[in-house]
Each structure stands twice: as structure tokens, then as C-alpha cells.
């Protein structure tokens, strides 16, 4: 894996102007104020290529505080049926699919990876991972990710 990652906790009126216009953004996008980043970073006076460069890296306090999301990356039988199991054994277990994204297969195989809220999972994370690969279908299940 990466370097650990390090959050810090900063007093609003020292943010670089483009971080708080990041932010700004982020919230008429998050509340439907904006339908879409064009519309949201013209409305705060901010450049698209500044939104992108910041976006992932701003999270509001109180939802670093309530959530644990791992990122999970599977290998797939493609046959019919397999992403639904997954899916229901993540919500079996407490987890809520926050994304999903899965590749067109190639040779048989589907690659899928998903970011999973994990607040209310019910098992410890390798409980959590070792259900996933039991599951017939899943070839690969690895944890990629924490926050």
C-alpha cells in the first residue's frame, strides 16, 4: 500500500482562496443548488482545473468523523447474478455501497470496484473480506483502500 495518508483540522479563514472556492463548489454541487461542476465553479469564481485538483482531497469534518469507507477491487465471473450476490452480502453485513464501477469483461472475468461505508458493518474488515472471496463468482476480493 501508499503512504499513510494525514488529515488536518484548519480554521476556515486561513484556506487558500481556491480551496474554499473548492469547497464552496462542492456544496451547491452536494445540496442540487448546482447541477453541474461548470455551473457550480462559475457560480464561486473558480477554475474547472482547480475544482478536479482539489475535489478529492476536501471532505466536510462532520463526514470524516461518522464514516469508514474502504475501497474494494474484484475479480468476477461474468455470469449473471454474481454482482447481485456481492451486493447483497455487503448490505447482509451492515455495509452501504456508496460508488460501484465494474469493466466490460474480457476472457470470462470482470474487474469491479466499490467504496463501501463501513459504520455499521457488523464483522471486522478480513471477516468482511473472507465473506466476499467465499462468494462463488468472486475469483479476487482486495481491499485497495481506508478512510
Not at 1 to 29: C, N
Not at 69 to 93: P, W
Not at 141 to 146: E, H
Amino acid at each position: 500500500m501508499g503512504k499513510q495518508e494525514k488529515f488536518y483540522l484548519i480554521s476556515s479563514d486561513i484556506l487558500p482562496e481556491s480551496i474554499a472556492k473548492t469547497i464552496e463548489a462542492k456544496k451547491l454541487l452536494d445540496s442540487g443548488e448546482a447541477e453541474t461542476v461548470n455551473e457550480a465553479v462559475e457560480r464561486v469564481g473558480l477554475s474547472r482545473s482547480a475544482f478536479y485538483k482539489y475535489k478529492d482531497g476536501i471532505f466536510p469534518f462532520n463526514a470524516m468523523m461518522s464514516e469508514k469507507i474502504m475501497t474494494v477491487t474484484f475479480a468476477l465471473d461474468h455470469r449473471s447474478g454474481i454482482l447481485s450476490k456481492v451486493l447483497q452480502y455487503v448490505a447482509d453485513q451492515g455495509g452501504n455501497v456508496l460508488t460501484i464501477n465494474q469493466t466490460i469483461p474480457l476472457q470470462g472475468i470482470a474487474n469491479a470496484s466499490m467504496s463501501i461505508d463501513m459504520a455499521h458493518l457488523r464483522v471486522s474488515s478480513t471477516e468482511f473480506l473472507d465473506g466476499l472471496q467465499q462468494i462463488n463468482g468472486v475469483r479476487k476480493a482486495m481491499i485497495v483502500g481506508r478512510g
